[in-house]
């Protein structure tokens, strides 16, 4: 490759002004607690509830998409149908929509008063709004463009004569879809989830209305940081945000190398 020496220079240049140096500051930042203000921050009651509920709500959101998501490609990819292109856009609008509009949007929705939440509340008496289970639905609601978009370029470029062979040897729709569609798209799948809840991790404005942020029920973490800076507990801001960079990057790796163990085993 022409210039790879200075394309490189550039890149690590700008890698290290963009990600290096902010993390680096986060943990400088964090280090100026002893050990045991450290494990005191990051480890009281409120705090790991909060935890509990951010990965917890992030990981279940991501799963979500994984299934509506790839029921979505798979529509928008194999089907014609009248208004196909307006779908197709519409997938994109947590993209665009912003975090703060799709929060109040949303709450709007499920509240007690809303036009969903009157009928799941009323009739059901299933509470949505101020609940673990309204960041779950923001949670999902912002993570299905990632699945969406990623399976969906596979799915076109999937050999659909492999299909055809399967069905020609007497293969059942279910059995074409689990030994010939299926193994093709788990990586892009896996991707998807690995962005899904990447994004769902760090998401704050779509949820801090939704969720109520009531201590011990439906306050996620992102919400408990800026509680910290507005505290001006900069060190125990850091700290939490530190356990939640490692934990998050010990789950991506875990995805990703899952990943990678799919594909090679598809590749075969």
Request: charged letters at 15%.
């Amino acid at each position: 490759m022409p210039g790879f020496r200075l394309s490189l220079g550039f890149t690590i240049f700008y890698l290290t002004l963009i990600v290096l140096i902010p993390l680096s500051a986060v943990f400088l930042k964090t280090f100026t607690l002893t050990w045991e203000s450290f494990w005191a921050t990051v480890t009281s009651a409120r705090v790991l509830a909060s935890y509990k509920l951010t990965f917890g709500a992030s990981l279940l959101g991501a799963f979500i998409n994984v299934i509506f998501g790839g029921i979505v490609a798979w529509v928008l990819v194999r089907y014609e149908f009248p208004g196909k292109r307006i779908v197709d856009a519409l997938v994109d609008l947590p993209f665009a929509l912003p975090t703060a509009v799709a929060g109040i949007t949303l709450t709007a929705l499920y509240s007690a008063n809303g036009w969903l939440g009157r009928y799941i509340e009323g009739e059901w008496g299933i509470k949505v709004a101020f609940t673990p289970i309204g960041v779950v639905i923001a949670l999902t609601f912002i993570g299905l463009p990632f699945v969406v978009r990623t399976v969906q370029p596979v799915l076109e470029d999937a050999e659909r004569e492999l299909e055809e062979a399967a069905a020609s040897l007497g293969a059942n729709a279910w059995q074409t879809f689990s030994r010939v569609v299926f193994p093709t798209i788990l990586p892009s799948l896996m991707t998807g989830f690995a962005l899904a809840f990447a994004r769902a991790t760090g998401e704050y404005g779509s949820v801090i209305f939704i969720a109520g942020n009531m201590p011990m029920v439906s306050e996620i973490t992102p919400l408990f940081i800026i509680t910290k800076l507005e505290q001006y507990d900069y060190a125990g801001a850091t700290a939490i945000a530190v356990v939640m960079l490692v934990v998050s990057f010990i789950l991506l790796l875990a995805i990703n190398l899952l990943q990678a163990w799919a594909r090679g085993k598809s590749d075969k």
